[in-house]
Every structure is written in C-alpha cells, then in structure tokens.
C-alpha cells in the first residue's frame, strides 16, 4: 500500500528537511514522502551535514513552498514549528494531520560546536518522532 506523507515547516531548510530524510530512510520503499515550507529557504547545509554523519543523504532534496503542491494528494501531514501549525492551510478531511512543537536549530547561538550539537540533537529527536509515527502509520492502515 502507498502511503504519502508530508513534512511542513516555516521555510523547508531543517527541520522538515530532516524529518523528510529519516522517513525516506526508514519507511517501506513504496511510500512516498515529502516535505515543503510555508516558503522556500532552500536546504540548510548543517541539517544536510548532519544528517550525512548518520548515514542520510539529503543532499538532493529539494526545499519546496507549500504552494507548489495539493495537499489533497497526501495522507498524512506533520507540522514541525509552531509557524507551520498556524499557517498550514486548511487540509481535506481525508489527511490525516500530526503537529510536532520542534525549536528552530537554524536559530542556535554560540560556538561552531554548540551549533552542531543542536543540530544533532534534533536529528535525533525527529529520528525517534519519525519511526513512533510510522508505526502509527501502519497500525492505522492495519486497522484500515
């Protein structure tokens, strides 16, 4: 079974570009995943870097604004930022809609070492939020 799902962030560079990285590397081949922004920021080099230190390469994905795509096409939406969860446009009953409360790790102050530590924090944050929800993913679609 096909199952489409949808990372949405303010600008399409981090967090939903993360998120969207460990679903592609973790979800069954014939699901399609995808991620886009209220804008397009264009994908942050920190969040491609860490990711490439734990085995995924996001460095061909592409930051997309929510406008480029029909939301009706997916199943399941995940906001990752407040500003996402407030300015999604209003979905079809059929999408199911998830919304994670994540800090912005574009926004981190300090050293260089700071910076990739926050980094790295979040991608393991959505790391262990991604497969929590492919799991309730295939249980609803178990359930049918």
């Not at 906001?79 to 999408?95: F, I, K, N, R, Y």
């Amino acid at each position: 079974m096909t199952i489409k799902l949808l990372f949405l962030c303010t600008g399409n560079a981090c967090r939903s570009q993360m998120a969207e990285g460990w679903a592609r590397a973790l979800a069954k081949p014939t699901w399609q995943v995808g991620s886009a922004g209220i804008v397009a920021h264009g994908l942050n080099p920190k969040a491609t870097q860490v990711m490439a230190e734990a085995g995924v390469d996001i460095s061909l994905q592409a930051s997309t604004p929510i406008t480029a795509l029909n939301l009706g096409e997916w199943d399941w939406l995940v906001t990752v930022c407040g500003d996402a969860e407030e300015q999604c446009p209003v979905l079809p009953a059929s999408v199911v809609k998830r919304h994670w409360p994540l800090a912005d790790p574009a926004k981190a102050t300090g050293s260089e070492a700071h910076i990739d530590a926050v980094f790295r924090a979040t991608r393991d944050d959505l790391r262990s939020r991604v497969i929590q929800l492919l799991e309730e993913i295939e249980e609803a679609s178990i359930r049918g």
